[in-house]
C-alpha cells in the first residue's frame, strides 16, 4: 500500500486518514465531548480543508462548547469558499445569528439573497418570515404595530404546535405569531406550554410572545418536572431574568479579568440553560452552585480535569448542591437547539 508524504515536516499520511479523523471527530461530538471532537476536526481539515462535512462538525462542535462566535467563523468561511449546499449553509448561519442576536446582519443576508434570486421556490416563505421576523427584532416594533399589518389571521383550529419538533420550525412558529394578535391562539399555546410533550425551548418562546403582547391571564407552565402559573404580562423579559439569576456576575468577577474568552463563552453556557428554564427561578441550587457547575462545565469542554469541586470552593458553594446543578445540566444538554 503506498503511502503519501506531506510537504511539511515529512509527516507521513496514511490513505484515509482524513477519513478516520472526520468519524472520531463526529463520534466524540456525539458523546458531547466538544473539546476532542473539536481537536480531531482541525486535525481533519488540515489534511482536507475543502470537506464540507469536517466544517459542518467544526461548527457544531463550537457552537455546542459555547463558541457561538467561532461557529459563525466557520460557517461563513463555507460561504466564502462555497462548501456544502448553499442554502442549507446559509440557513445554518442565519440561525448562528439569531442566536448571536445579531439581527441586522440576519437582514441583510437575507436580502442579499432576494436580490440575488439565490432563494428556492420552496424555501422563498421560509426565508421571508426570517427576513420579518428580523426586521422585528432589530427595529423593536411594536406588536400592535405588528398586527396593524396584517389583515387577515388564520383560523386556530389550523395551529398545531405539537406539530413543529424541528427546533429551526419552532423559531419560524413562534416568528408567524409574533406577527399577529395572540389572543385567538391563547388555548392552544395553554394547551401546549402546559403539556407534558411541549419543547421547553418553544415554551419560552411562547411566553415571550404572551408577554411582549401583554397577556395578563394567570397561565400554567409545565417544564420539566415543575408547574407554576404564572401571569405572562409580569414575567421578567428573559435578558433581565438572567441578569436577575446573579450567576454571570458570580463568573464575572472570578473570570472575566484573567480569561475573557472562557468567560464569553461560559456567559453563552449560562444564557442557553436558563432560557430553557424561564420563567421559574433557579429551581436547584443557589446561584453559586450553578457558577460552579457552568464554570465546570466550560473548563470540561476544553478537556480539563479540575474537580467540581473545586470549582465549589471558588463560588462557595456547597459541593453536593453544585453536583446537583450539574446534574440537571447534563439533561438541559440533550434538549436540541437550533443552529442550530
Known amino acids: 500500500m503506498k503511502k503519501r508524504e506531506s510537504n511539511e515536516d515529512n509527516v507521513i499520511l ?3 486518514l482524513e477519513k478516520r479523523l472526520l468519524e472520531k471527530g463526529l463520534d466524540y461530538l456525539k458523546q458531547r465531548k466538544y473539546r476532542d471532537a473539536i481537536q480531531f476536526l482541525e486535525q481533519a481539515l488540515e489534511h482536507d480543508p475543502e470537506n464540507s462535512d469536517v ?14 462566535h467561532q461557529a459563525k467563523e466557520i460557517v461563513a468561511e463555507m460561504l466564502r469558499s462555497g462548501l456544502g449546499d448553499y442554502i442549507q449553509v446559509i440557513d445554518m448561519y442565519l440561525m448562528i445569528l439569531v442566536q448571536l442576536n445579531e439581527y441586522k446582519e440576519v437582514v441583510a443576508t437575507i436580502e442579499a439573497l432576494l436580490e440575488e434570486r439565490e432563494i428556492p421556490a420552496d424555501k422563498h416563505e421560509h426565508f421571508i418570515t426570517m427576513l420579518e421576523f428580523g426586521k422585528r427584532m432589530l427595529n423593536g416594533e411594536t406588536e400592535m404595530e405588528t398586527i396593524e399589518s396584517f389583515e387577515e389571521e388564520p383560523e386556530e383550529e389550523e395551529l398545531n404546535l405539537f406539530d413543529y419538533k424541528s427546533p429551526n420550525d419552532q423559531v419560524m412558529v413562534a416568528a408567524e405569531l409574533a406577527k399577529v394578535n395572540i389572543r385567538p391562539y391563547i388555548e392552544k399555546i395553554k394547551e401546549y406550554v402546559v403539556s ?16 411582549e403582547q401583554e397577556y395578563a391571564e394567570e397561565t400554567l407552565v409545565r417544564k420539566f418536572d415543575w408547574e ?23 463568573l464575572s468577577r472570578e473570570i472575566e479579568n484573567d480569561d475573557p474568552v472562557l468567560f464569553e463563552n461560559v456567559q453563552r453556557l449560562v444564557e442557553r440553560y436558563l432560557f430553557l428554564v424561564y420563567p421559574f427561578e433557579l429551581p436547584i441550587g443557589q446561584p453559586s452552585a450553578w457558577a460552579a457547575a457552568c464554570h465546570f462545565t ?3 469542554y476544553y478537556g480539563f480535569e479540575d474537580s467540581l469541586e473545586s470549582f465549589a470552593e471558588i463560588y462557595h458553594s456547597d459541593a453536593e448542591a453544585a453536583e446537583q446543578v450539574l ?8 434538549i436540541s437547539y437550533p443552529i442550530i
Do not use: C, W
Not at 466544517?55 to 457561538?68: P, Q
Open 196 to 211: 407534558g410533550e411541549g419543547h421547553p425551548f418553544l415554551k419560552t418562546m411562547l411566553l415571550n410572545i404572551l408577554k
Open 327 to 334: 446534574d440537571f445540566i447534563r439533561k438541559l444538554e440533550e
Open 298 to 300: 466550560a473548563n470540561e
Open 55 to 68: 466544517y459542518v462538525g467544526l461548527a457544531l462542535s463550537n457552537y455546542e462548547a459555547g463558541n457561538t
Open 14 to 16: 496514511f490513505p484515509g
Open 228 to 250: 407554576e402559573s404564572f401571569n405572562p404580562a409580569g414575567i421578567p423579559e428573559l435578558k433581565e431574568y438572567i441578569e436577575n439569576s446573579g450567576v454571570i456576575q458570580l
